[in-house]
């Protein structure tokens, strides 16, 4: 009898110790909450394996815990397309056959789009692409403000608006993460320039840093619950900026409560004490060069691995800044590839063409267009000469990080041959760059005389000359590591323009780029199209646009000079940009781009906002709910946009405001909502806008936050900065 209930309890026991077993431990259950995960599973980590999380392995990873079944960490660029698949240790192409993506627009052009549902498409859709090749963190997208033109990496951000940046920043991190995607919002912060990128050190007052360069990752983190962060290569106030208390701990993690991971720029970081205790997570690089030394394990050099992990044996360090690094890492990975919804993503689809195809398509700018010489009807044009390298040069190589390896991309040429018909076009390349490259500029192995002739020969007897040039994300032609060395085209272009000019005045000229250029011959060419860099689908939108078969509805996110001088970090000289070799001191403070126009007097060649229909809108009267507000309130704003012209088309509708009476400075005026509005010829629409009055607040330096004067504020209701169609004075209380 003894022995028979020994025996029950001893079944009991084992039965008892398999269920235990067959139980699923908390980090690897996903029904469980994350914080429940994330505490289990940092209980079963050692001290190596923890430090391991918080430094790369190769170029684009970081360990997991392969012995508890985490995954590693694979990241990619961004934020136009999916990064080929490099080498473990090499920046060098490792020569997959699978890992073609689709290209799609540059984030200027998504700017110009003034649609957030545009910015929700491409996250969505680059999301889609980044979950098939598997990859947990997308590293875009990239809102550092558009402060001078010379800037290289202007491209790769949203213009000079932290409003409009704010707006369409949110929508693309939301898209990118419905697929267990994390994006990567970049470069925080104050990496306006490319020029000493690494070492300067920027001066900005606390107004600036909170009106204008921080903005857009506020909403990121507040509003779009972005999962990581990169750090910038630069410093700010004397410390880099991957570990910058500051900017880390008491603005990102304390004032803002991120809760994700703080990823360094490849190479940003450069003392491990300041990286253990300023807010830096994880650290990448390139392979030793973010170090001064190089060895054969130089992963385990990096500053948050050997050196953290002697520092954490010898006391130096404290285990709870450990514990909350990589809490923060595996919270991320719980959050993409170890999240139970995941979906499966998509890669090179035709909805992601498609996509690419919208965004371009709404993107466009329409500059300029004399006596209406856009759109060229196909039935016309039956001799038409396209002129221009750009024509049919690849603009999705090149930048630097963000170049890409495509499936295919249309050149403007061929979307021109298909749309016009190949018999109807002839062309010519007018100029040459020579290949593309990172590093330097390579001298064109052409004679560039007998090119610009044969050109201008060519455009004689043309119906109509579409000049297709602009910068080409060469080195110092908006790429990334240096920044433009000149404001005017390079490669002779303005000559060649000027020539073409002398034998044929019917131009259109399209120009690729992410920043303003000189124009010197504007007076004499009736039709610019801004047509930024826009991927895989760049030659059907352009010619899609100049057939008149799409509406242009872009409106420029950043404003163009007439002179460089014009701009306004440019004209406080070597100080204020590019810097005096160690530092620079941001002048201009809260004045940058249209602010710094308007409030200036300044006219610019082309205003902030601006971009022409090839219909009209005609504004309605506006009003608003009450003439008088308390600062908690919203004005409630109303009126009808009306196409009054004979074609469909889009306007976007531009609310800015004035103080008008202030004891501190503030810019004439301030972008504080917009709307997109689509409208078929004679169709009118009853717009309809919650301002709250919150958002006209300034940074008050003194008290170290937001703050108000009472008083009369103008509300502005226009079609760009400079078209202003109505005002209307509110008084808030
Ligand atoms: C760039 C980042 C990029 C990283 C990885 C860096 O040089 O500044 O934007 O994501 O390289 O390619």
Request: one cysteine or more; charged letters at 25%.
């Amino acid at each position: 009898m003894k022995n028979k209930s020994i025996s029950i309890v001893a079944i009991c026991l084992l039965f008892l110790v398999i269920g235990i077993k067959a139980q699923k431990a908390i980090y690897l259950d996903s029904t469980k909450p994350i914080e429940e995960r994330v505490k289990d599973a940092l209980s079963k980590m050692t001290l190596e394996e923890k430090i391991a999380m918080c430094h790369a392995q190769s170029k684009f990873s970081s360990k997991g815990v392969p012995r508890l079944g985490i995954p590693e960490v694979w990241t990619d660029d961004g934020p136009h397309g999916i990064r080929e698949e490099v080498f473990w240790d090499e920046w060098k192409g490792a020569g997959w056959t699978n890992d073609s993506c689709t290209a799609f627009p540059a984030l200027t052009c998504l700017a110009a789009t003034f649609n957030p549902e545009m910015a929700l498409l491409f996250g969505q859709s680059i999301g889609e692409e980044a979950r098939y090749r598997n990859k947990a963190v997308l590293l875009g997208p990239g809102v550092n403000i558009y402060r001078t033109p010379m800037n290289g990496r202007n491209f790769e951000y949203m213009g000079e608006d932290p409003y409009l940046s704010s707006r369409m920043v949110v929508p693309y991190i939301h898209g990118v993460q419905q697929n267990g995607v994390a994006a990567c919002v970049k470069h925080f912060a104050l990496n306006n320039q490319e020029e000493k990128r690494m070492t300067i050190d920027v001066l900005v007052s606390d107004r600036a840093l909170h009106e204008i360069y921080l903005p857009a990752f506020k909403a990121a983190v507040e509003e779009g619950k972005v999962w990581s962060i990169m750090g910038s290569y630069n410093q700010f106030r004397g410390e880099h900026c991957c570990h910058n208390d500051l900017l880390l701990n008491k603005i990102l993690k304390g004032d803002w409560k991120f809760d994700g991971v703080v990823i360094s720029d490849w190479g940003g970081v450069h003392n491990s004490d300041q990286a253990v205790n300023n807010g830096l997570d994880l650290e990448m690089g390139t392979s030793t060069d973010g170090l001064t030394s190089k060895g054969k394990l130089a992963y385990s050099d990096y500053y948050l691995a050997n050196p953290y992990l002697d520092g954490l044996k010898s006391g130096k360090y404290e285990m709870k800044t450990l514990d909350d690094k990589v809490s923060r890492i595996l919270r991320m990975i719980f959050r993409t590839t170890m999240s139970a919804n995941r979906p499966f993503g998509r890669f090179v689809s035709p909805e992601h063409s498609d996509a690419a195809l919208q965004i371009a398509e709404q993107g466009i700018v329409l500059l300029k267009n004399e006596k209406q010489l856009l759109p060229l009807s196909p039935c016309n044009y039956k001799k038409i000469v396209v002129i221009g390298e750009n024509a049919t040069k690849s603009l999705t190589i090149g930048g630097g990080s963000s170049s890409l390896k495509v499936a295919y991309e249309v050149s403007p040429l061929e979307g021109l041959e298909k749309r016009y018909g190949k018999e109807n076009i002839v062309y010519s390349q007018g100029y040459a760059s020579g290949p593309s490259n990172y590093g330097k500029e390579i001298k064109p192995n052409i004679n560039t005389d007998s090119l610009q002739n044969v050109a201008i020969e060519t455009a004689k007897n043309a119906d109509v000359v579409i000049f297709i040039g602009g910068l080409n994300k060469n080195k110092n032609q908006d790429c990334e590591g240096g920044d433009r060395i000149s404001f005017n085209l390079p490669f002779n272009q303005d000559q060649l323009i000027q020539e073409i000019l002398k034998v044929n005045k019917n131009m259109v000229l399209v120009l690729a780029s992410g920043n303003a250029v000189a124009m010197p011959w504007i007076k004499d060419v009736p039709a610019i199209v801004q047509s930024w860099y826009l991927g895989s689908e760049s030659g059907n939108a352009i010619a899609a646009v100049l057939s008149g078969d799409v509406n242009p509805s872009g409106k420029l996110p950043f404003s163009f000079p007439v002179k460089l001088e014009d701009n306004a970090a440019m004209s406080f000289g070597e100080i204020s940009y590019p810097g005096d070799g160690t530092k620079q001191e941001y002048k201009e403070d809260i004045l940058v781009g249209y602010r710094w126009f308007d409030t200036k007097k300044i006219a610019p060649l082309f205003a902030f906002g601006h971009g022409l229909s090839y219909t009209t809108f005609s504004f309605g009267k506006a009003k608003t709910d009450k003439t008088s507000y308390s600062k908690s309130d919203s004005v409630k704003l109303s009126f009808e946009i009306k196409n009054s012209g004979k074609v469909r088309g889009a306007e976007v509708a531009q609310i800015y405001i004035s103080d008008v009476k202030s004891t501190v400075l503030r810019p004439l005026k301030e972008l504080k909502a917009f709307s997109k509005v689509f409208l078929e010829p004679g169709e009118s629409k009853l717009i309809e806008i919650s301002l709250p009055i919150k958002d006209w607040a300034f940074y008050n330096e003194k008290t170290q936050s937001w703050d108000f004067e009472q008083g009369k504020f103008t509300i502005m209701i226009g079609a760009s900065s400079g078209d202003v169609r109505q005002k209307l004075n509110v008084m808030v209380e």
